[in-house]
């Protein structure tokens, strides 16, 4: 991460307008997401997939993205995070 700062410097010395952006984390199983899908529905019958799953999301995950978020902030870059998009609620959903 200490890179996006080193850019960041070049970038404005240059004289560009242009801007930095970081992407986060996405979200992280324990196995994958298709395993995940079909243990759920195994111990769900009937199974309708749901549209936000939990079990076994990798919770350290959101640390990381809370970690990134920050520092975009301090170094005065756009952070876009796909975690918070793509997991309503965190970790505890």
Do not use: H
Request: charged share 25%; aromatic share 8%.
């Amino acid at each position: 991460m200490v890179r996006i700062s080193i850019y960041d410097r070049r970038i404005k010395r240059c004289g560009g307008t242009a801007s930095i952006g970081v992407v986060g984390p996405v979200p992280v199983w324990e196995n994958n997401l298709p395993k995940q899908v079909f243990l759920y529905c195994k111990a769900n019958t009937p199974c309708e997939v749901p549209k936000y799953l939990k079990m076994s999301l990798i919770a350290d995950i959101f640390d990381l993205d809370e970690a990134m978020r920050q520092f975009s902030g301090r170094q005065n870059v756009k952070y876009l995070s796909p975690i918070r998009v793509l997991c309503k609620g965190g970790p505890r959903m």
